[in-house]
């Protein structure tokens, strides 16, 4: 069966090497998806492992239709029944249509949905469908005249780890910290890893998780475990390698910081959910006052953008300031940084060696990336 894992637009290539360490066969990575080859174990796989992906989805179908009952006729050629069960329910609960002849979302789903009844109908012979199982959320998505049918595995997205209990006004997505701690490869140098601007701790904890190869997913359910098709066993047997994956030997130094007292005592409490609070220093500090016995290291921080906390002038004024605060205090660190403001290389005072655009929020971003004396000599 073919799989789909779908990603925010700029960590397609991320998701694509994650596939393929897992072992997963036929990776190819389109814009805002990444496919796959795979078996029913590898549902519980990719929902346990990936971290950067939003959803894995099982993909039912992809056809061309430029008329309502081209759409029809394709959708029921599916083998709907091979997945859905007699009781299963099997909303199509998202559609989207994008440069396509065929652009009213409800007739799409309406549509969509009838051809799969009726397609039930042939192989359990009865005329309505209670639907009081298990979920089969069905999404269509259409882009010039294309439609591509997938069933979502995963339930809630992939960035509820579930160990963020509480969020503050801002916070990055879990799937997108973890991008930007892989994207800095600091995990494969042994540095240290800093973030004065820490929040509630989401880019130190999926930090820890990554050093100590903690599975994203290992503590959290999935709709598809609740499916026929797969057994439980299969979900234990893959939880169970996760665990036996797990990394406590090597040591792990992460550091994190913040001005606010309130926002550092819910990062305190998200990391010890997390599980992870031998690993991360927190501190309630002015990120002015950073200090570091460490010669070398990598700093990640995901600052204020000026959309939502503050003014344009503001966060400019603090983005010199973070300049002037890494070249003085930790000059042979490596820096990341991401932010929606064109204008941080100037304020920061440096032109990145790298910049790459990412989507936080829906925000369009940029990561921009500097890398120090260590970082160099191993790229």
Known sequence: ???????????ESIVRDECKALGFENVRAFNGRVEFDGTLRDIAKANIHLRCADRVFLKMGEFRATSFEQLFNNVKKIDWASIIPEDGEFPVSWVSSVKCKLYSKSDIQSISKKAIVEKLKEKYHKDYFYENGAKYAIKIQGN??????????????????????IKNEAPIKETMAAALVILSGWNRRGLPLMDPMCGTGTLLIEAAMIARNIAPGSNRNFASEKWDII????????????????????????????????TIEIAKTNIEKAGVEDDIVLEC???????????????????????????EESVERLYRLL???????????????????????KCFGKKANKNRKLYNGGIECYYYQYYGERNDKNR
């Open 231 to 262: 057994s439980e066993k299969e979900w234990l047997d893959v939880r169970d390698d996760a665990f036996s994956m797990e990394d406590y030997d090597k040591e792990v130094k992460i550091f994190g910081s913040d001005i606010d007292e309130a």
């Open 323 to 345: 300049g002037d605060v890494c070249s003085m205090r930790i000059p042979k660190w490596s820096y990341y940084v991401i932010t929606s403001n064109k204008n941080f290389e």
């Open 1 to 11: 069966m073919t799989l789909i894992a779908s990603t925010t637009m700029g960590v």
């Open 285 to 311: 500090k002015n990120f002015l006052d950073l200090e570091t016995e460490e010669e070398y290291g990598a700093l990640i921080t995901n600052p204020p953008y000026g959309d939502r906390l503050l003014d």
């Open 144 to 165: 010039k005249d294309t439609f591509i049918i997938m069933i979502d595995t995963s339930g809630d997205p992939l960035h509820k780890r579930g160990y963020r209990a």
